[in-house]
């Protein structure tokens, strides 16, 4: 008889907590999460090469750190660096990085839907770039899974290598900028 309860609990709560975790497990090329609670950092490196002739959005490997936020208020803390070219025959092409917290782009930008960076020409160089992000208190789960953004222009194709991903949450201080 006992069983045949404990299936019946089994059976009832398996629908309520089966998406929940799913929601939660990483899509494969994703890197680590970042704990819901206190302080977290994630850092991913990648020294493989990676490139792209698309003029839309692309996310490189190692460009994705998911992050799944009760509470708050938080600070999101995102470095990223790589060495990168803009291969084009012309040498005029530009390719551009921009970062993206909870699906938003981060600020400041030079126009919507703009990049965060520029590269331009057949030369390897190297960038770093740096967004903070204030997020408020928020009662319910909310995303704030940071993704690298990269694109070309018309004709000319990014490279990107050695790519390094660092990511903070925790709690803001008067040196954030967050009020």
Not at 15 to 24: E, F, H, K, M, Y
Not at 37 to 59: E, I, L, N, Y
Request: charged share 20%.
């Amino acid at each position: 008889m006992r069983s045949i309860r404990r299936i019946g609990v089994l059976a009832a709560v398996l629908p309520i907590v089966l998406p929940a975790v799913a929601a939660l497990i990483p899509d494969a090329h994703a890197g680590p999460p970042i704990s819901n609670a206190g302080s977290r950092t994630s850092s991913q490196f990648s020294s493989s090469p990676w490139a792209t002739d698309s003029a839309r959005w692309a996310v490189p490997p190692s460009g994705v750190v998911p992050d799944l936020v009760t509470g708050g208020p938080s600070v999101i803390l995102v470095a990223f660096g790589a060495e990168g070219r803009c291969v084009t025959s012309s040498g005029t092409g530009a390719c551009e990085v921009a970062i993206e917290v909870g699906g938003q782009q981060t600020r400041p930008r030079t126009v919507k839907d703009g990049p965060d960076t520029v590269w331009r020409g057949n030369e390897w160089k190297s960038r770093v770039l740096s967004r903070t992000v204030c997020v408020p208190y928020q009662e319910s789960p909310r995303d704030l899974g940071v993704r690298v953004l990269a694109r070309s222009s018309d004709g000319a194709r990014f490279e990107l290598r050695n790519r390094r991903l660092k990511v903070e949450r925790r709690a803001p201080v008067a040196e954030d900028g967050c009020s």
